[in-house]
């Protein structure tokens, strides 16, 4: 049973920054590949960024690029994002997810597990 803890949420003014980490449990090695996606106020979530924890490739969404950046722990089974530089279209609900896959458009990716989630808020 994987289980996918996520901390470092808050309220920042715009440009501001956070530390997103997520500790995954019951994560086995075949699970390489783990995710942010976030849901703002639109409906649907987006995906984020993701990070492979065996070579630590890495991807972002190009609204992030350059802003954010992903890093992890591979013996803590940590993964964290930190966001500088945050806008106003920055702010939600962050999700940690794992087992990701890429789909077939650019910034559209898929994963099996997600974590509860942590709110992000930027204000003006």
């Known amino acids: 049973q994987v289980q996918l803890l996520e901390s470092g949420g808050g309220a920042v003014p715009v440009g501001g920054s956070l530390r997103l980490s997520c500790t995954a449990s019951g994560y086995s090695g075949g699970h390489n590949c783990m995710a942010w996606f976030r849901q703002g106020a639109q409906p649907a979530r987006e995906w984020v960024a993701t990070i492979y924890l065996g070579g630590g490739s890495t991807y972002y969404r190009r609204s992030v690029e350059g802003r954010f950046t992903l890093s992890r722990d591979n013996t803590k089974k940590t993964m964290s994002l930190q966001m500088d530089n945050l806008k106003l279209e920055d702010s939600g609900m962050y999700y940690c997810?794992?087992?990701?896959?890429?789909?077939?458009?650019?910034?559209?990716?898929?994963?099996?597990?997600w974590g509860q989630g942590t709110q992000v808020t930027v204000s003006s």
């Open positions: 997810t794992a087992d990701c896959t890429p789909g077939n458009t650019p910034e559209r990716w898929y994963a099996n597990y």
